[in-house]
């Protein structure tokens, strides 16, 4: 192996991965596309925003310029630049506002037009030269900059798509960043190549990634130019390797869907089934290096919550005629989904509700999101360490989400609340903690933060302890010529 190649294993690889930007966000896919997409701005593993398609931007009260790079292109020559960044943020925003609006984006000049109508021509998205400029007609506190990170929000090149906007092919990815993809198994292994056409890409970075599907297992003592991230709920230690901890940002959740038709419509029944799972989830112990029980969203924020109405233990409740569907994590699971399924089972059985658990092994990112395909999904998202209303907006009132329930609005109203006005945080999060437990559509499980094996030729100055996703042009290794 070459000096510049990197070999990077994730155990949290379930089967092929998909090379579509609806599936950018999940993050066995993001790992394979964010390296190949250029975003107008980046965040390295500090979480200092940083300029990278967009050498510089500005912001003028509701006003925020962005000067494109000039030279920029796709790998198949497509110039990246103002006019054309435009037009791939257009095609994105059509997608994600297709159900709901897009968070902090609704705020753009013209938004409600250009949803009722399809054209962008008096949205406040505007090319002029080199300049791309965003106006916004009212105020917000944050998220512009992380969504603009997002590789949604990034360059995606026109060969990607049908002439129906539609994704072209969940195998291939025409880049717009740093890398391009190169050979790869399915779901086993994938190679990504670093553009030595790319004037962004630092040539200390690695050149060649290999990514593979795989854990501490994989590594044998003295391997070198290798990373692994792994969620084992034990910490492994290997001669030769640095371990480094991360902060415990990922929620798993029980999520049951209420739309119409279905047995969690209800309101009563979410409320028979979050006395019986809350008092089971109360009783068990589970807590490992990794992964820790919770009743809470956030790992380092409480409030103190009343009980709901309680439903007599002589009230009889209806069964369903036909048993729950369930969607968990595909075989073998770990011990926090398997704490989390117990959890489940005892909950359902002491109810007396038949169910199935669906533990197939092909899901798509938009199959786990459609609440009418489960009455329950036991899934999680990286939540952050602390109540944001960007972060909430898109897991609760965004196609980029995880499309947890909010049965009541309230959970999407107060993130347009929190965002236009002063409010507390310390209120922001207790109304927040409340709504979801009086909805009782959404249920904590567990944290989990997981930790990287780094081998010592690698310079880990170069990663922050605050990384929560790799950026592999940020790596450096060490005595590197």
């Not at 990246?80 to 997608?95: D, G, H, M, Q, V």
């Not at 050149?207 to 492994?236: D, F, P, R, Y």
Request: charge should be negative; hydrophobic fraction near 35%.
């Amino acid at each position: 192996m070459q000096k510049k190649d990197l070999t990077f294993y994730y155990d949290g690889i379930r089967g092929p991965i998909s090379t579509s930007i609806y599936d950018a966000e999940y993050y066995q896919s993001n790992i394979l596309l964010a390296p190949m997409i250029g975003t107008l701005v980046v965040y390295f593993s500090d979480e200092r925003p940083t300029p990278y398609v967009a050498e510089s931007w500005s912001q003028n009260e509701l006003t925020w310029t962005f000067n494109i790079r000039p030279g920029l292109t796709c790998e198949n020559g497509e110039p990246i630049t103002a006019a054309s960044f435009r037009e791939s943020l257009l095609r994105s925003l059509k997608w994600l506002s297709q159900h709901s609006d897009q968070p902090l984006f609704e705020k753009l000049v013209g938004y409600e037009d250009f949803i009722n109508s399809g054209n962008g021509d008096k949205l406040g998205l505007l090319a002029e030269g080199e300049q791309l400029i965003f106006k916004f007609r009212e105020p917000f506190r944050s998220g512009f900059l992380e969504y603009l990170s997002m590789a949604p929000f990034g360059y995606i090149c026109r060969e990607n798509f049908n002439s129906d906007l539609s994704w072209k092919d969940k195998t291939k990815f025409v880049s717009s960043g740093g890398y391009v993809l190169g050979d790869y198994i399915p779901g086993v292994e994938y190679a990504l190549n670093r553009r030595e056409d790319y004037s962004l890409v630092d040539q200390n970075s690695p050149k060649h990634v290999i990514i593979k599907s795989g854990g501490a297992e994989k590594l044998s003592s003295q391997q070198k130019s290798t990373i692994v991230e792994t969620t084992n709920s034990q910490k492994v230690e290997v001669d030769g390797f640095n371990v480094i901890k991360q902060i415990p940002m990922v929620l798993g959740v029980v999520c049951l869907s209420e739309q119409a038709g279905k047995w969690f419509e209800s309101h009563k029944l979410r409320k028979a089934f979050s006395n019986v799972y809350k008092a089971h989830l109360r009783s068990a112990e589970f807590d490992t290096f990794t992964s820790h029980k919770t009743e809470f969203f956030f790992f380092n924020q409480e409030t103190e919550l009343s009980p709901l109405g309680l439903i007599g233990e002589d009230e009889d409740l209806p069964a369903p005629q036909e048993p729950l569907i369930i969607r968990s994590a595909p075989l073998p699971l770990s011990d926090r989904v398997q704490f989390g399924e117990d959890i489940l089972k005892k909950t359902l059985d002491t109810l007396k509700w038949p169910y199935k658990i669906d533990n197939s092994a092909v899901a798509s990112v938009e199959q786990m999101k459609d609440l009418s395909r489960y009455d329950i999904r036991l899934i999680g998202a990286e939540v952050g360490s602390g109540f944001e209303g960007w972060v909430v907006g898109m897991l609760f009132c965004s196609e980029m989400g995880a499309n947890w329930p909010d049965p009541s609005g309230r959970v999407c109203q107060l993130v347009r609340d929190y965002e236009k006005s002063s409010m507390d945080i310390k209120d922001a999060i207790d109304r927040f903690n409340t709504y979801l437990h009086e909805d009782a559509a959404l249920f904590p499980v567990y944290h989990r933060g997981g930790y990287y094996l780094v081998s010592d030729d690698i310079d880990i100055s170069s990663l922050s302890p605050l990384i929560t996703r790799i950026r592999f042009d940020e790596i450096r290794f060490k005595n590197n010529d």
